[in-house]
Structure formats: C-alpha cells, structure tokens
C-alpha cells in the first residue's frame, strides 16, 4: 500500500542549474522545511522555492504556496 499524497519542495535555482526537488510524507514537515527556507540570503541561490501536493492515483500537482526571491 502506499500514501495517495506527497509534499514536495521544488527549488528553482538562479544559476540555471536543474531544479532541486524534496518529498515529504506530511504536509507540516514539508511546511515547516518551506520557512526554514524563507530567508532573503536564499535569493543569491534561488528565483523561486514552491510547495506541492502531489496526487499519485491522479498524477497531478496542487500548488499550495511559493516564496519569490527578486
């Protein structure tokens, strides 16, 4: 058996680089990673950091937040 439901953090790196992704298997642990994550000195990394849930059976994405860095 497996969980319908995963979280994942995608990181979109400012280099050009490929984009780094993290799974989680609770929502909150993948929420709390997201604001350990929000810190202007993120920026010089990453344009954009977003939270997913992603729907196995349906194979679909749901986005749920993001953190844009200028």
């Known amino acids: 058996m497996y ?3 995963s979280w994942l953090l995608r990181f979109t790196r400012r280099d ?3 984009t780094e992704e993290i799974y ?8 709390d990673a997201l ?3 929000n810190d202007p ?7 954009m950091i ?3 849930q ?3 059976p349906q194979r679909s994405e749901c986005q749920l937040d ?3 860095f200028c």
């Open 3 to 5: 969980d319908r439901y």
């Open 35 to 37: 604001q350990l994550y």
């Open 16 to 18: 050009l680089q490929p």
């Open 41 to 47: 000195e993120n920026g010089e990394l990453y344009t």
């Open 24 to 31: 989680f298997q609770a929502e909150e642990t993948a929420r």
């Open 54 to 56: 992603i729907d196995w």
């Open 66 to 68: 993001e953190i844009l």
């Open 50 to 52: 977003v939270l997913l």
